[in-house]
């Protein structure tokens, strides 16, 4: 199915989460003086305005990164690729995972995007211009054609819509199959926490197979009534040194926005 946009979604407290995560571990990559490679399997557009009708429409990004923001240090590698998005593009845009690896990395690093919606890949192509070329392709393919990547230090991150309820069974597979061909990979994948329970076998099978994987939820209020996503959660394998204690700040951060019991 290709009938997801984020748009309508950018900014929420999901993208706070995941985004503020993925921030933290690209600084601290290029903290080494040794290049790195950064791959996406479902890179949407890359860059979102938060004062599109789409975004206004369902108020998550007011929710969200408008809410959330000030929580964060102003030396927080995710506020400064805020401010360097902004800077760039305008006040009220919003960097999607794409730009947030491309602010963060270096010349020399390499930048392998997917994304297989027609008018997402043409909107990912122009906010990417000069930054690099992403395919229009299935990222899972991408993800095995190109594993282990050159150079072969860095991350992947995994961030499918999920509108396929075979895409939990799929997963812990892709996740496996990449994992040997590129062992020394850091792999992050970002998945909703629904009120059905979705995820939860899918979660279970990728840790037991990578029993070293950090696993990272935060719990929030439904955006609006009737809303499904109660949460937001991310498993990493081969987590970086300090993520442990990143994802523990961001916990905090997050309880603050949990109703009074």
């Known amino acids: 199915m290709l009938s997801y946009q984020h748009i309508y979604h950018a900014g929420n407290l999901a993208d706070v989460h995941k985004h503020a995560l993925l921030a933290w571990m690209l600084d601290y990559l290029t903290l080494k003086d040794k290049p790195l490679s950064y791959i996406e399997t479902h890179a949407g557009r890359g860059l979102y305005r938060l004062d599109d009708a789409a975004a206004l429409r369902t108020g998550e990004a007011a929710a969200g990164i408008g809410r959330l923001e000030q929580a964060f240090a102003p030396d927080h590698p995710y506020r400064q690729v805020l401010a360097a998005a902004r800077v760039v593009h305008g006040a009220q845009v919003y960097p999607g995972s794409p730009l947030i690896a491309a602010l963060s990395l270096r010349p020399g690093d390499a930048l392998h995007l997917a994304e297989l919606h027609p008018q997402e890949h043409a909107a ?10 992403p395919y229009r392709r299935d990222g899972f393919e991408l993800a095995r054609a190109i594993c282990p990547p050159t150079p072969r230090r860095g991350l992947m991150l995994i961030d499918p819509s999920y509108e396929v309820k075979a895409d939990y069974d799929a997963i ?5 199959a990449i994992s040997r061909r590129w062992n020394v990979g850091i792999i992050a994948l970002w998945y909703p926490i629904l009120s059905g329970g979705s995820h939860a076998a899918m979660v279970q099978a990728i840790l037991a197979a990578s029993p070293g994987a950090l696993r990272h939820e935060v719990r929030f209020p439904p955006v609006r009534e009737g809303h499904r996503m109660i949460g937001s959660g991310m498993i990493v394998t081969n987590p970086p040194f300090g993520l442990q204690d990143e994802a523990a700040r961001l916990s905090k951060i997050f309880a603050g926005l949990q109703p009074s019991a």
């Open 124 to 133: 990912l192509a122009g906010a990417m211009a000069g930054c690099a070329t």
């Open 172 to 176: 812990p597979g892709h996740i496996a």
